[in-house]
């Protein structure tokens, strides 16, 4: 691992995972989308993971029109990296998903490292007296849905962001499989380094959060990758706080948001990005760890420049 005294904070500000019953704090429409992102870089994130959503329902969309109704104004208002997701939501083809990153050439995109089963059909049982009609669909179709990103899918990815655009990338890591897979990409010559690999834990169908894992997950990140990457860390729902103030303490960068969790603390909902990067910033304070600025980002991974970018 590329050895660095700064930690990356990384915000995913919305995501396609929870639904707008699950919080009255979830960003939906686009100016909810960039003044909290905003909040989040003014707060101390260097990077900002962003979705889009449909402006009256809440629904994930690929739509580049409403990409647009934000991606201009957070550029304009932060200097922090933004870096858009080529996961979409459920059900998504890679074309659709392709769309509005290939539009935009952003400094950064995310990719997941494989297909895989994703389970959100949990959280059916937990909510009731649902906003809208999609979301417990959408959650059911979770218990016999596939992620799909092949091996063809992402070569396609790579080629059209990556050498198409000079895009680099958060490589979502849900698995140890998905270490071997970049692993296979970077042998190719279809990635280079420096390479943000981003570990994920606690996604059901994905690797559990258990220390033992965290530790695994790290030590074969080392044998594949050497100094050649950055590693981060980022664990869904409760399990947030533990695992990246773990994670940092052995060297790594963090990421946190709503999309990953809705909780502030334990029966507390977080009532904005910035109250999450806020409150891991403190813990990295205590720890006597310093925040990497946006500009110190763009040196540690290579990043194009905020002003090559077709938004």
């Known amino acids: 691992m590329a050895a660095t005294r700064k930690v990356i904070i990384t915000c995913a500000v919305t995501g ?3 639904t707008p019953t699950m919080s009255p704090y979830l960003p939906i429409t686009p100016q909810q989308i960039a003044d909290s992102a905003v909040e989040a870089a003014e707060a101390g994130a260097g990077i900002l993971h962003l979705h889009a959503r449909d402006p009256e329902t809440g629904c994930p969309t690929p739509d580049p029109a409403v990409f647009w109704d934000f991606l201009p104004q957070i550029k304009s208002r932060t200097d922090a990296i933004i870096n858009i997701t080529t996961g979409g939501g459920h059900n998504m083809t890679v074309e659709q998903r392709l769309v509005g990153p290939t539009k935009a ?7 997941n490292m494989g297909s895989m ?5 949990p959280a059916l049982n ?7 009609p999609w979301e417990p669909q959408y959650l059911e179709n979770t218990r016999d849905g596939i992620f799909k990103n092949t091996f063809r899918d992402i070569e396609t990815i790579l080629q059209t962001l990556g050498k198409g655009c000079g895009t680099k990338f958060e490589f979502e890591c ?9 692993a296979h990409f970077l042998e190719r010559g279809l990635v280079q380094p420096p390479l943000f690999v981003q570990t994920i834990f606690g996604i059901l169908g994905g690797i559990g959060c258990d220390v033992e894992n965290l530790v695994h997950m790290r030590r074969i990140a080392d044998k594949l990758f050497g100094d050649d990457y ?3 860390i980022l664990a869904a729902g409760r399990h947030q706080t533990n695992f990246v103030t773990t994670g940092a303490i052995m060297g790594g960068n963090i990421r946190v948001g709503l999309e990953d969790n809705l909780y502030l603390a334990k029966g507390e909902l977080a009532q904005s990005n910035a109250a999450q990067v806020q409150k891991i910033r403190r813990i990295l304070s205590e720890l006597s760890l310093d925040v990497a600025t946006p500009a110190e980002v763009r040196q540690m991974l290579a990043l194009k420049g905020k002003d090559d970018v077709a938004f």
Do not use: V
């Open 16 to 18: 396609a995972i929870h």
């Open 105 to 111: 050439q952003p400094e950064m995109t995310s990719l």
């Open 117 to 121: 089963n994703f389970g959100l059909y």
């Open 126 to 132: 937990k909510f009731s007296n649902w906003q809208h």
């Open 174 to 182: 849900y698995d140890i499989g998905h270490l071997y897979t970049l």
């Open 230 to 232: 950055h590693w981060s």
